[in-house]
């Protein structure tokens, strides 16, 4: 498959605990906001998306949580699974050219049985 | 899952040869882009359309060209390999309708090895 070796920062949890990712983002201008999961040879996957007139959105299981003060981003993720093992990018679209999104290096999340 | 595929997926190449990546899409969105993902560089904008014939170079455009002749289809080409190519290449698409990218969908993959 198409699984690249990311030397990345690594969250690892218990199964059925909660997991926190976080995520600065580098311009206060940006309005929009989205956490996407990429599984091991496939490609990244939307979960969750925010715009910048609101704090906090809830989806399936996951939540995002978004701080304007102090460009904060972070998606939790309630009772994770061995099925959330996998990296998790933040992007945000650029305020320079609302055309593109500008992507963090991403999180790898390891689940433990 | 969106209706986006990338061809070929898996392709091995020699230096100095040129390389075309294709890919389409049935969902008749406006916005395409072309990825490619490294290790410690995570996902870096190669070229990106708004429209057919419509193009704009991303970060890392050196070396890579484009072209989107129907809203369908748009392909990446190297003209001329270089091992610093060799990368997993992954397409997404966007609809555009607000004229500004929302969630992007993405494709399975190509991974290209420059020999």
């Known amino acids: 498959g198409e699984s690249v070796g990311l030397h990345l920062p690594t969250l690892s949890v218990q199964e059925g605990d909660n997991s926190i990712i976080n995520c600065a983002y580098s311009?206060?201008?940006?309005?929009?906001f989205i956490w996407y999961k990429q599984e091991s040879g496939k490609g990244p996957q939307f979960i969750i998306d925010i715009r910048s007139n609101m704090d906090k959105r809830q989806g399936q299981r996951v939540t995002v949580l978004l701080n304007k003060t102090v460009k904060h981003l972070s998606l939790q993720i309630a009772a994770t699974q061995p099925g959330d093992s996998a990296v998790y990018f933040c992007a945000e679209r650029d305020a320079g050219n609302n055309r593109k999104l500008i992507w963090g290096l991403g999180t790898s999340l390891a689940v433990n049985p | 899952d969106a209706g986006i595929t990338q061809s070929p997926r898996h392709k091995v190449t020699e230096t100095g040869t040129p390389v075309t990546l294709r890919c389409h899409q049935t969902?008749?969105?406006?916005?395409m882009y072309w990825y490619r993902q490294d290790p410690g560089h995570g996902l870096r904008l190669i070229h990106y359309s708004y429209g057919v014939k419509d193009t704009d170079k991303g970060e890392v455009s050196d070396g890579y060209s484009v072209s989107r002749s129907k809203t369908e289809d748009f392909l990446l080409t190297l003209e001329s390999a270089t091992s610093s190519q060799t990368s997993v290449y992954f397409c997404?698409?966007?609809?555009?309708?607000?004229?500004?990218?929302?969630?992007?969908?993405f494709g399975p993959g190509t991974r290209l090895t420059v020999t």
């Open positions: 969902e008749n969105h406006r916005y």
């Open positions: 997404a698409i966007s609809s555009g309708t607000s004229g500004r990218t929302d969630e992007q969908y």
């Open positions: 311009n206060s201008a940006s309005d929009y």
